[in-house]
């Protein structure tokens, strides 16, 4: 009976939602000129451009300076004054599309049965009708990488834009990882072992070693499949990881401390695999190992206690600048489950309160993130020749108070910036009257 009401529930939930559709539309392609006149441009790669000018021919950044000239022909033209622009940004780890309520079974699908799914594509459960979207491209993110969870090898990650109408508009590269969660190394004594079973009294370090040992295993065949000139039969698990051998992919390793992130640089090392760490909290301990061995790293959340309890209880804040200062190629990201990534810019301002620049942690939602997921040659810093992914702020995009997205373009479309919040703002004011 219980579990009928449940059902009950949720399908009422959904139905709320259905009758509940914002009328926002992907914007068209836009063709021809486009102009951003008086701007503060902030480039995205350390450099801020007093009143400049960007010309957008055909979605492409074509020019930057100052005083361009504008010709009188039909072209479209904002006038910024005393605005700022930045670069689009970009949430390096999220399951945007994915999972629509936590709460509601039947809107998650980001999980697979069995721990080696290699094979499993991320891209193609992900859904453009998400509600969620809208609220993250009025905070000014408009890309996003989709993130599949669940086992050891979760499957493969993709970066899409924000504003399409199916996945295969959205997708703006393809497998550009596959995702690897290590087992915990980290011996906390389960208060419920002595009911539980002899399986739980067993050693958590113990295992988690030996299951390592079985991905180390996968991956020595995966490497010797790769190397068959000619194969005898096609193995789908193993086709879905040869990029990681020619670094046509990146292994994407989620940990969080020391003893994980060592595995994860074993990795690079006898696999010559190019090594992203998702998580890190404790990677300011090694960042000049993980210089050395050009492993990169995504910051999950700042806005979090420390992962150890003797560690500073600021320190969540303070990795990024040890990374900074040590050379680490990092990323900040926003994973926690009730903003979903709405705080990214938030999380990469608190990080400037505890020593990095306004530039640095801005760099560390655009351009770091791109270089991460490999697709800096097309965005990641307003440059000629890169997509023209731009954000107008009325203010500083990384302060709360002052982040007020006017304008958003992806590839040189002027998206609209409607979502479920500002319609339900809207709604409320209306019926009480609050509306000017």
């Not at 102009?35 to 010309?55: D, P, R, Y």
């Not at 499993?120 to 599949?148: C, E, F, Q």
């Amino acid at each position: 009976m219980t579990k009928h009401i449940i059902t009950f529930i949720g399908a009422c939930f959904l139905g709320l939602l259905s009758f509940a559709q914002e009328n926002v539309y992907p914007a068209p392609a836009y063709k021809g000129l486009l102009f951003l006149k008086n701007a503060t441009v902030h480039v995205g790669n350390g450099q801020v451009l007093e009143n400049t000018t960007i010309q957008i021919n055909n979605g492409k950044i074509e020019k930057i300076g100052q005083n361009l000239p504008i010709p009188m022909d039909d072209v479209k033209v904002f006038d910024v004054s005393g605005k700022h622009v930045y670069p689009g940004l970009i949430l390096s780890n999220s399951q945007l599309g994915l999972v629509e309520v936590n709460s509601v079974r039947a809107t998650i699908d980001h999980t697979e049965i069995g721990d080696i799914n290699p094979s499993i594509r991320s891209i193609v459960a992900y859904n453009t009708d998400s509600k969620v979207i809208n609220t993250l491209k009025t905070n000014g993110i408009l890309m996003a990488n989709i993130v599949p969870n669940g086992g050891l090898i979760s499957g493969s990650s993709s970066v899409v834009q924000l504003d399409a109408w199916n996945w295969e508009d959205a997708a703006v590269k393809m497998e550009n990882g596959i995702h690897l969660r290590l087992p915990s190394l980290l011996n906390r004594p389960n208060p419920f072992a002595a009911f539980s079973g002899s399986a739980s009294t067993a050693d958590p370090v113990k295992r988690g070693l030996e299951r390592i040992e079985e991905i180390k295993a996968f991956f020595r065949e995966a490497q010797a499949y790769a190397n068959e000139p000619k194969h005898s039969s096609t193995n789908l698990k193993y086709e879905a990881v040869k990029g990681l051998f020619n670094k046509s992919q990146k292994l994407f390793v989620h940990c969080d401390i020391v003893k994980e992130m060592l595995i994860a640089v074993d990795f690079a090392k006898e696999f010559g695999m190019d090594v992203v760490i998702m998580g890190g909290s404790e990677s300011w301990q090694m960042a000049d190992l993980l210089k050395a061995n050009n492993v990169a790293v995504v910051l999950s959340q700042m806005h979090s206690l420390p992962t150890m309890t003797d560690d500073d209880v600021d320190q969540p804040y303070k990795t990024a600048v040890a990374l900074q200062k040590a050379g680490v190629l990092y990323a900040i990201n926003d994973e926690d489950g009730q903003t979903r990534g709405r705080n990214l810019a938030f999380n990469a301002g608190t990080s400037v309160a505890y020593g990095l620049t306004k530039e640095q942690a801005l760099q560390a939602i655009t351009l770091n993130a791109a270089k991460i997921l490999g697709i800096d040659k097309q965005v990641g810093s307003i440059e000629v020749g890169k997509d023209a992914s731009l954000v107008v702020s009325e203010g500083d995009i990384l302060d709360m108070r002052t982040s007020i997205i006017l304008h958003a373009f992806i590839q040189g479309r002027k998206v609209d910036l409607t979502d479920k919040h500002k319609q339900l703002d809207e709604r409320y004011r209306k019926k009480y009257g609050l509306t000017k």
